[in-house]
């Protein structure tokens, strides 16, 4: 549907009820005629054409205006993660059971920095304002951290599918994990351009040479995510950064950073 042609309709037909525009109409046209009762002369003695009337465009009634406008354009975030340079697809079915499920569905498989590329070889499935978190915590921060505190750029994250329909920590029981609403993801390992791969593992080694590297990259992580977990945060999170968007508190503002 032409929601412009729609617009300009619109606007045409509410100047033609309104009285100013009346009698500005009726001015313009022949001697005599009449606006809420007065009659209007004119001292011009040739007619001009009559304006044609506004075209009429259908609106489908049998669901809301906004709903119709909204669905004319791509998602928001969608837009905006590939201004930042993000490669994805939209998948075409995410397999839902019980409370996990994810909006606005993802599946990235690269982002761009001001050094380059960056590769995800798992092609996680993530919900698009997550995504657009990540990549912009990847950008900034990931990528330069990086290439100052060693020898090669960062052009891989390994990471884990992103969405997955489980409890907090792969438990039985208990909470449904951020993973279950692709609100999350994990990362294992950094792969550089020199062919090296730092583990994440390595993070919970004090005197390890990748540790300062991967407790900047941790402690900027809580800048920009609601929790962030890693070694030395519980057995679970041994060999792996977890990093998600969950809402903590009554508040929802309150963080988990470890």
Known sequence: MNWAASGIGIALIAQALSPAFAQSSCNDAVEGCEVQGKTISSDKNVPKPRRKPASRVALNTSEPIQTQLLSAEPPVCQTMLKSLGGDFSVPIDVATSGECQVSDPIQLTSLM????????????????????????????????????????KLVAISTNPGYEC?????????????????????????VLSNRTRIEISDAGIQDHPNHRLLAALRMAACGYFTTVLGPGSNAAHESHFHFDLGKHGNSGNYRICE
Do not use: M, Y
């Open 113 to 152: 920095t001001s050094l380059g590329p960056i590769e995800l070889p798992a092609k996680p499935i993530l919900r698009c304002d997550f995504a657009l978190q990540f990549s912009t915590w990847a950008s900034t921060i990931a990528a330069p951290v990086v290439a100052g505190l060693s020898e090669a």
């Open 166 to 190: 489980r409890n907090r920590n792969g438990d039985s029981s208990g909470k449904i994990s951020e993973h279950a609403f692709g609100n999350a993801i994990d990362i294992d390992g950094l």
